[in-house]
Structure formats: structure tokens, C-alpha cells
């Protein structure tokens, strides 16, 4: 609920900037950053992502997470075609009222219709102590889980692995909002219209990857980590190619291609779920959580630095750097694959502790009817 509210706040914000742009200082804009206060995406993925690894089996998770994606992708592309629409017909101030009423809708649906997927022991208001667990101590325990528990030999420096690269991912992501003033730069008359063309381009192809491409390698039982060399392989081909076209339709075919690297976020969080056990993912997730928020900043100043440094020799240097920061972290996964047997130990382990658990049950229950 919390980076909802977050949103809401951000929306808020909007309109209230516009309203008043002319009397304002610009800082003021400024005040939509408080959303960043509520946990903003890192906190909102953890929530979606462990939600939906709860309420799936481990045969299942990877296409189910690939799915909550498409859904995203599918409603940003909805967005995109609306939001023009929308500016002509009720102006900003419609634009930013009607996307304050979505999250409205949104923060109602999750109160309202979305059940715990896990019992809760008690309903009641968590203490101040609580809350300092959840927010310093769980995510130092699922430090301790990463860096310090003995495991199955072998597993952890796998584990710590898939976090690295993890951040890696995030950092890529920045070289994205680049992409608009590569185009201005290189494409003559390239503006706002022509960008939301491109952004629908990107995203109807993301949209195929997730619910077309990433079912298929589930169903040909592709083991995680290969799936994720696939889409990282491709991505930073995508991205190396970008980075020299030439031509608009040279840069589409080759963004197209790097499309697919947003499936490698619910693919990452599928295969860590199977490298851990049940009770330690709110902990690891809550490291993941954090490398999303930081990870970003040192991503942004990365890209912007390189961009600024070489936009008068090759404007496309950005894309390179992202290209192989990819094709690094396919190599990454492809030594995971390699040792795809030590990763599912701890799947087997859980599996085993589970159907004991199962067979202790139909035990009692068996007690219970003799009695």
C-alpha cells in the first residue's frame, strides 16, 4: 500500500504545480520526490514479486512473474495512447485528475480485494519495535543470509552471484531515458510525437516477449538461468546495435531485440526463490529491494557522465557500455546454468521438508479420526 500512497502523493503534487506554475518557484516540483519517502518501485516490486512467488509453484513462478510484467507493459501501452488523447480533450489538469483517480481505484482494489497470501499469526497494530524489524532488521538478516549462512556447498557464492547481477540490471535500466536525446541528436526533426511512436514500438514488442516468448522457454523447460542468458544475450546485442544505427529504422529493429531485457527482472527473482529457502525470501527480497533504490543512482551518473563526455564523437557510447554490461551478465547467468545442479539442492531440500510436513499432517489428522 505504501508506494501506492506514494504514487497518489506524486499525482497530487502534479496537479498542484500546474495550478499554480506561474506563483511557484520551481523547487517546488521538487515536493513530488516525498513519493520516494514510501519505498516508490523498489518497494512496490518486492511487494508484487513476493506476493506472486508466494501463491505459485516453483514450475509455474517464472511464467506467472513474466505474466505480472506483461500486464505492466500492456497497461503502459494503454497510457501511452491515452495520455495525447486525454491532454486534448480535459488538458493537464484532466491528465494528472484522471491518473490520481487510477491510483485511487488501485490503492481501493488492493484494500478491498487482494487477500495476505500467507496467514498472519495477529491482526493487530504493529509496534514501533515491529516496524524498526521490518525495516532494519530483516533487511540485515537477509545481508546475513547472502554473505554469512552456511549452505549447501557451492550455493552461496551462487546466490551472492545472481545479487550481483541483479545489480547490474538495475544499473542498464538508466541507460533507457537516454534514448530521447540520442534521438534528437542523431535523427534530425526527431521529437515528443515521433518518441511516443518509438515508446509503443518498444512496448508491443516487450508485451510479445512476456507473454509469447517467456511461456514458451517455461514450456520447453528451460531452466532459469538459461532463459536469462537468452535475454541478456539478446538484450545486449540490442543494445550494441543501437548504439550504431544509423538509420530510424536501423535503431526500432535493434530496440526491438533489447525489448526483451525486461523480462529478466521477474526471471531473476524466480530463479533466486528456488536457491533459498521459503521462509528466507521476505529477507532476501528485502536486499534486492534495496540494490533497486541504490543501484539507479550509480547507474544514472554512469550513463549521463559517458553521455556528456562523448555525445561530440559517438553519441551511441552509452549504448555500448549497456551492451556489454549485458553480454557480461549473460556470461553471469550462463556459469549459473553450469551449475544449475547445486542450485536446485535447496529447491530439492524444500520440497522434502515440505512433504514431511505434508505426511506429519495427514499423521495427526489420522490420530485425530482414530481418537
Not at 185 to 193: A, H, N
Request: proline share 3%; net charge neutral.
Amino acid at each position: 500500500m505504501f508506494p501506492i500512497i506514494g504514487t497518489l502523493i506524486a499525482h497530487i503534487m502534479a496537479v498542484i504545480n500546474y495550478s499554480f506554475i506561474d506563483e511557484l518557484p520551481l523547487e517546488f516540483f521538487y515536493m513530488e520526490i516525498l513519493s520516494g519517502v514510501f519505498g516508490g518501485y523498489a518497494v512496490y516490486y518486492m511487494g508484487v514479486y513476493s506476493f506472486g512467488t508466494n501463491v505459485t509453484t516453483s514450475e509455474e513462478r517464472a511464467r506467472r512473474l513474466a505474466r505480472l510484467d506483461g500486464v505492466e507493459v500492456l497497461s503502459n501501452m494503454i497510457g501511452t495512447l491515452l495520455s495525447p488523447i486525454l491532454k486534448d480533450k480535459v488538458g493537464f489538469l484532466g491528465t494528472y485528475g484522471f491518473g490520481s483517480l487510477s491510483v485511487v481505484f488501485a490503492l481501493l482494489y488492493l484494500v478491498f480485494m487482494v487477500k495476505e497470501p500467507m496467514s498472519l499469526e495477529k491482526e493487530s497494530r504493529p509496534s514501533f519495535s515491529e516496524l524498526l524489524k521490518v525495516s532494519i532488521v530483516i533487511p540485515v538478516q537477509g545481508l546475513k543470509s547472502i554473505f554469512v549462512k552456511k549452505r549447501i556447498p557451492g550455493l552461496r557464492p551462487l546466490i551472492l552471484l545472481q545479487v550481483i547481477l541483479f545489480t547490474m540490471y538495475w544499473m542498464m535500466a538508466e541507460a533507457g531515458p537516454l534514448g530521447y536525446n540520442f534521438l534528437r541528436l542523431v535523427f534530425d526533426g526527431f521529437c515528443g510525437e515521433d518518441y511516443a511512436i518509438y515508446m509503443l514500438i518498444y512496448q508491443v514488442a516487450s508485451t510479445f516477449y512476456l507473454f509469447i516468448v517467456i511461456p514458451i522457454f517455461v514450456n520447453f523447460k528451460l531452466h532459469d538461468s538459461m532463459i536469462l542468458f537468452i535475454i541478456l544475450l539478446v538484450e545486449g546485442i540490442g543494445n550494441v546495435f543501437a548504439g550504431f544505427s544509423f538509420t530510424l529504422w536501423q535503431f526500432y529493429v535493434a530496440q526491438c531485440f533489447g525489448a526483451i531485457g525486461l523480462c529478466k527482472y521477474s526471471m531473476v527473482r524466480s530463479l533466486l526463490s528456488k536457491c533459498i529457502a521459503m521462509d528466507e525470501l521476505g529477507k532476501v527480497f528485502s536486499v534486492l529491494a534495496i540494490t533497486a533504490a541504490f543501484a539507479p543512482a550509480a547507474g544514472s551518473t554512469m550513463f549521463r557522465s559517458l553521455f556528456n563526455s562523448t555525445n561530440e564523437v559517438f553519441v551511441g557510447a552509452f549504448y555500448l557500455l549497456s551492451g556489454l554490461l549485458g553480454l557480461l551478465a549473460a556470461l553471469g547467468n550462463l556459469f549459473l546454468f553450469y551449475n544449475k545442479n547445486v542450485l536446485a539442492n535447496q529447491e530439492k531440500e524444500d520440497l522434502a521438508s515440505k512433504q514431511s510436513f505434508n505426511d506429519d499432517l495427514v499423521n495427526q489428522n489420522s490420530i485425530r479420526s482414530h481418537l
